[in-house]
């Protein structure tokens, strides 16, 4: 049975730094682009960033760029997004998704993504 389990979510104020962690159970975890995606109150489900299969490539939504980074642990099966310098406007539940097994381009589509966490909550008071 395939899990994305998300961790590290919280309630912090603007300008701390939070990491959270995605633990994959997916046999094929290396040949997987895999992307953090975040639903803040009442909205749409928004791209946040992603990675290729080995680190080498990565993707970010502007709002999150220069201050966020993607990264991932293959011997670990983990997929990690530091956050710094957080704004009450991150305030969201965020989800790690998983791509299909052998594609390798990033994608910031939702539709893309065929493996989805149940998300990790992350507060940001002003």
């Known amino acids: 049975q395939v899990q994305l389990v998300e961790s590290g979510g919280g309630l912090v104020q603007a300008g701390d730094s939070l990491r959270l962690s995605c633990a994959a159970s997916l046999r094929t975890f290396t040949r997987r682009v895999m992307g953090w995606f975040r639903q803040p109150p009442g909205k749409e489900r928004e791209f946040v960033t992603a990675?290729?299969?080995?680190?080498?490539?990565?993707n970010y939504a502007d709002s999150v760029k220069g201050r966020f980074t993607i990264s991932r642990d293959n011997t670990k099966n983990t997929v990690y997004l530091q956050m710094n310098s957080l704004k009450p406007e991150d305030t969201a539940l965020y989800y790690c998704a998983a791509r299909p097994d052998g594609i390798p381009s990033l994608s910031t589509r939702t539709y893309d993504y065929n493996y989805w966490g149940q998300g990790t909550q992350v507060t940001v008071s002003s």
């Open positions: 990675i290729t299969w080995f680190g080498g490539g990565t």
